[in-house]
């Protein structure tokens, strides 16, 4: 299967500061989403992102799918950021198993 | 509102006490999944099902058995549960669609098997 990496995997950060996390894809991948687990260990989707860039107030993405990595930017981070992100997705193969990054674990301080 | 709802959230038992975690969908989703997640480890998946009767193995079926009779239901059955699947399992669902696929995931069921 596909070998999915995640960077940074820990991140510490100060209340309004931004950051860039990264996931790259061994192979080419679909249906790539990031999700946020807080810190009572729910997960949320965040993007659904197969390419381009897409934004939701603060956060936004950009998955550039022919060099096989996508990035999400956290801009002005607030406490409540804190948790772990994951990227995950399927194999260009049709493919219905979908590989999860290890994940960015992020603590914003205030 | 559309969601994903397991149960229990929480759950202990002891080794060898049959289970199971309920997963139910509102949103008509054909594609239904289990995962467990550890620490280190990240989420990997147990047992999909592409729809009513279609089941199938994911990356670590040992242990577990799955069912969907129903298109908005997908429990997960531990037989004889042992202290090694004490974990945090997630259900999620998502249309089959080539391109729409996004996944909603449940609000995870934390099991501690002693």
């Known amino acids: 299967g596909i070998q999915v990496e995640q960077s940074p995997p820990d991140l510490i950060l100060q209340e309004g500061a931004n950051s860039t996390l990264r996931c790259n894809f061994s192979d080419s991948v679909n249906n790539l989403q990031w999700f946020h687990q807080n810190p009572w260990g729910q997960l949320i989707n965040l993007f659904y992102i197969p390419s381009g860039t897409k934004q939701n107030g603060r956060l936004s993405a950009t998955t550039v799918a022919t060099e096989r990595y996508s990035l999400l930017y956290i801009s002005s981070s607030q406490t409540t950021d804190s948790g772990v992100y994951f990227c995950?997705?399927?194999?260009?193969?049709?493919?219905?198993?979908?590989?999860f990054g290890r994940g960015t674990s992020l603590i914003v301080h205030p | 509102e559309a969601q994903v709802t397991q149960n229990p959230r929480y759950l202990i038992t002891v080794t060898g006490k049959k289970l199971t975690v309920t997963c139910s969908q509102n949103?008509?989703?054909?594609?239904m999944s289990w995962y467990r997640q550890d620490p280190g480890l990240g989420l990997r998946q147990i047992y999909y099902?592409?729809?009513?009767?279609?089941?199938d193995k994911g990356d670590v079926p040992e242990g577990y058995k799955v069912s969907r009779k129903e298109k908005r239901n997908f429990p997960l059955i531990l037989e004889s549960p042992s202290p090694n699947q004490t974990s945090l399992y997630f259900c999620?669902?998502?249309?089959?669609?080539?391109?729409?696929?996004?996944?909603?995931f449940g609000q995870g069921t934390r099991l501690t098997v002693v």
């Open positions: 995950a997705g399927t194999t260009s193969g049709g493919s219905y198993i979908p590989t």
């Open positions: 999620a669902s998502s249309l089959i669609d080539p391109g729409f696929t996004e996944a909603f």
């Open positions: 099902s592409m729809n009513v009767e279609v089941t």
């Open positions: 949103m008509n989703h054909e594609y």
